[in-house]
């Protein structure tokens, strides 16, 4: 004979069902909600400021593994990246990636872009991948904002 009182079990799942019936509500809540913005094509994303200026720029690797940076309207070489330089690499293959990916290969410019409100960001035109890089900090940022000028005798403005 079993010891076990099925009332006694019974009773028990009562107790737990009600909690997790409004768990389920309020995740069906969500989903709903979640759904019905996206469907009505409401964005989250704050609209991004005016381009103040922008620089069309070339990334290759050089055979020795540094990095040379063209500008890409004289075709001059403004920069030269040796070393590590994780975040610069990191980010240069994470949007060659996206060309490998739909077979384009590495001769389009990258377009930087200083927007007014001191964002920078990183585009690419092929493929519209583009990386906002102030998100990574200021360190991060900082490698990409002095391309703004490099190579010039002066100052843009």
Same mark, same amino acid.
């Given at each position: 004979?079993?010891?076990?009182?099925?009332?006694?079990?019974?009773?028990?799942?009562?107790?737990?069902?009600?909690?997790?019936?409004?768990?389920?509500?309020? *995740?069906?809540?969500?989903?709903?909600?979640?759904?019905?913005?996206?469907?009505?094509?409401?964005?989250?994303?704050?609209? #991004?400021?005016?381009?103040?200026?922008?620089?069309?720029?070339?990334?290759? #690797?050089?055979?020795?593994?540094?990095?040379?940076?063209?500008?890409?309207?004289?075709?001059?070489?403004?920069?030269?990246?040796?070393?590590?330089?994780?975040?610069?690499?990191?980010?240069?293959?994470?949007?060659?990636?996206?060309?490998?990916?739909?077979?384009?290969?590495?001769? +389009?410019? *990258?377009?930087?872009?200083?927007?007014?409100?001191?964002?920078?960001?990183?585009?690419?035109?092929?493929?519209?991948?583009?990386? #906002?890089?102030?998100?990574?900090?200021?360190?991060? +940022?900082?490698?990409? +904002?002095?391309?703004?000028?490099?190579?010039?005798?002066?100052?843009?403005?």
């Amino acid at each position: 004979m079993s010891t076990l009182h099925n009332d006694h079990w019974s009773q028990h799942n009562h107790g737990l069902s009600r909690p997790m019936a409004w768990i389920g509500v309020v *995740l069906l809540a969500v989903l709903v909600a979640v759904g019905l913005a996206r469907w009505s094509g409401l964005d989250p994303r704050t609209p #991004d400021a005016a381009v103040q200026w922008q620089r069309a720029l070339q990334f290759s #690797d050089l055979p020795n593994g540094d990095i040379a940076v063209l500008d890409a309207d004289t075709q001059k070489r403004v920069a030269r990246f040796s070393g590590e330089q994780g975040f610069l690499r990191s980010t240069l293959r994470a949007l060659a990636r996206e060309r490998h990916r739909e077979k384009i290969g590495p001769e +389009a410019p *990258l377009l930087l872009m200083g927007r007014t409100d001191g964002r920078l960001t990183l585009l690419d035109p092929t493929t519209q991948q583009r990386i #906002d890089l102030e998100s990574f900090g200021p360190s991060n +940022a900082a490698v990409f +904002a002095g391309l703004r000028l490099a190579g010039h005798d002066t100052p843009i403005r």
